[in-house]
């Protein structure tokens, strides 16, 4: 019998299986937050700060799925596309 | 209106047309994202160098000017005049602490009442709050009111005067923008004062006119003032039509990222509504680094330091 899980347990079945991935995306940026806050006044640090989380989130992604065993080129560029799109926003305010 | 619903169905919901993703998380439109970006970032960076065109923050005297004597009513104070003397005084500290590069009410052996008093200011009360760093007006008044000290320095019942400086200028190798706020009350026997610069401040709409018009009948109690003092026009207030680049930057970031969200969140639901399967990156993923980033542009926005 085909069975349809609703979004909150499909997305609950993703977390709880890579939880400490998850967990150290989320720390991340709890700590980028906490950089951002720390590093108020000064943009380029806030850059620097914004730059490490970026490639952190690339890193992540790349990793995560990788280990998900569902790495494909096309999702390397997705990670890398929306980082480089984050960093050239952010540029435009901090730099 | 046909048209316009299968566009956005086509930007939003994932169907065969749009091989089963968002057509705006599909690598060429974020390709073209970035393009806009690009243009985005570095046109900015553009208008900002030209200097005529647009300025980096959206720090206005003449909003200081009315955020103060709000947060002063709100106290059932007074409001402030505006003094040219006093504005003078703060723009000689801004260019003071940028020449010698130091962040602080005392440096390079000069205190801040030596400013106004230079400015011919004599002050029987007198105070300074110094902002730097931060993009918008709200955001500097904002983080006086959060702090007792500088917010007693703007409740302070003595004081009848205030002057602003805002200068853009570098501070141990950061390009900042500085914020000197100068309150004072005159001698008794120097009061009143600066009938010409309330004109030129009814001129430019920093007070009503007929304020303007009620100081001008003492124009001959202006003796006092310093040479030149009636020059002064803050740049600021020269600039008031400019673009300010750092709310245009703003709004468009916030909305690019703001739209993205919203995206990954209906293209999330509507996949798993539909049943499908497809090799993606994991939205949820997309969605923690995006939302962190919506989180990030507040702590930008109101991230300046104060002393």
């Known amino acids: ?95 | 209106m046909l048209w316009l619903t299968s566009t956005l169905h086509h930007l939003f919901i994932p169907s065969h047309r749009n091989n089963f993703r968002a057509k705006l998380l599909h690598l060429d439109f974020l390709i073209v994202l970035i393009a806009a970006a690009t243009l985005l970032s570095f046109g900015t960076g553009w208008l900002e160098k030209t200097e005529i065109l647009g300025i980096a923050q959206d720090i206005r005297i003449e909003k200081l000017f009315q955020l103060t004597n709000e947060a002063r009513q709100s106290q059932g104070l007074p409001p402030l005049h505006y003094s040219n003397q006093l504005a003078h005084a703060a723009e000689n500290k801004a260019q003071h602490m940028i020449t010698n590069n130091y962040w602080a009410h005392f440096g390079s052996g000069r205190s801040p009442w030596d400013f106004i008093l230079a400015s011919g200011y004599s002050y029987e009360v007198a105070g300074e709050n110094l902002a730097k760093g931060f993009m918008f007006s709200e955001g500097v008044v904002d983080g006086w009111r959060n702090s007792s000290t500088h917010w007693a320095n703007i409740t302070k019942a003595e004081y009848d005067d205030v002057g602003f400086a805002v200068m853009n200028g570098a501070l141990e190798g950061e390009e900042t923008t500085l914020v000197v706020q100068m309150f004072g009350k005159r001698l008794a026997q120097e009061q009143p004062v600066e009938p010409k610069d309330e004109k030129q401040l009814a001129d430019v709409g920093l007070i009503k006119p007929a304020q303007a018009s009620g100081v001008e009948s003492t124009a001959a109690a202006s003796a006092v003032q310093p040479k030149g003092e009636n020059d002064f026009v803050p740049a600021t207030i020269k600039n008031s039509w400019q673009i300010s680049i750092n709310t245009l930057a703003f709004s468009l970031s916030t909305a690019l990222f703001g739209l993205l969200l919203v995206v990954l969140l209906v293209d999330l639901v509507m996949a798993h509504r539909f049943g499908i399967v497809r090799l993606t990156g994991k939205n949820i993923a997309h969605v923690i680094f995006i939302a962190t980033l919506i989180i990030g542009l507040y702590f930008i926005k109101n991230g300046g330091l104060i002393l």
């Not at chain 1, 951002?36 to 890193?59: C, D, E, M, N, W």
């Open chain 1, 1 to 95: 019998m085909l069975t349809k899980r609703s979004i909150t347990h499909k997305v609950k079945d993703d977390l709880h299986a890579h939880v400490l991935e998850y967990l150290l995306l989320f720390t991340s940026a709890m700590i980028f937050l906490l950089f951002l806050s720390l590093f108020r006044g000064q943009p380029s640090k806030q850059f620097i700060a914004t730059s490490v989380f970026v490639l952190y989130y690339i890193v992540w992604g790349i990793t995560h799925h990788t280990r998900d065993q569902s790495l494909h080129l096309k999702i390397v560029f997705e990670y890398i596309l929306i980082g480089a799109l984050a960093m050239i926003v952010l540029r435009a305010l901090l730099v």
